[in-house]
């Protein structure tokens, strides 16, 4: 059974960093891509950033692009999300998922629970 489990989320003031990490058991880690999505109160889950099962090919939402940087370690199952220069509308839970390389929720057939990220103005 395959599992994911977000941490590293918190508050932060605009301009701040945060490192998120999605630890993977069940499955075989390294067959998959792997994505964070982010969900704000009142929107729908949107795509953060994706990363292919070698970690060779990267692809970003244009609002975090040259902002945000996702990497993985096989050795480790896990993905991170490295967040600079925050701003306040990346206030969101962020969720990541294993599935197929893109960019929709319908690529991706397990989730984790979810990391609150609250950027304060």
């Known amino acids: 059974q395959v599992q994911l489990v977000e941490s590293g989320g918190g508050l932060v003031q605009t301009g701040g960093s945060l490192r998120l990490s999605c630890s993977a058991s069940?499955?075989?880690?390294?067959?998959?891509?792997m994505a964070w999505f982010r969900q704000a109160p009142g929107k729908e889950r949107e795509f953060v950033a994706t990363i292919s099962w070698s970690g060779s090919s990267t692809r970003y939402t244009d609002s975090v692009r040259g902002r945000f940087t996702i990497s993985r370690d096989n050795a480790k199952n896990t993905v991170y999300l490295q967040m600079n220069s925050l701003k306040p509308e990346d206030t969101a839970v962020y969720y990541c998922a294993r599935g197929l390389f893109g960019a929709t929720t319908s690529n991706y057939k397990y989730w984790g629970q979810g990391t609150q990220v609250t950027v304060s103005s």
């Open positions: 069940g499955g075989t880690f390294s067959s998959y891509a």
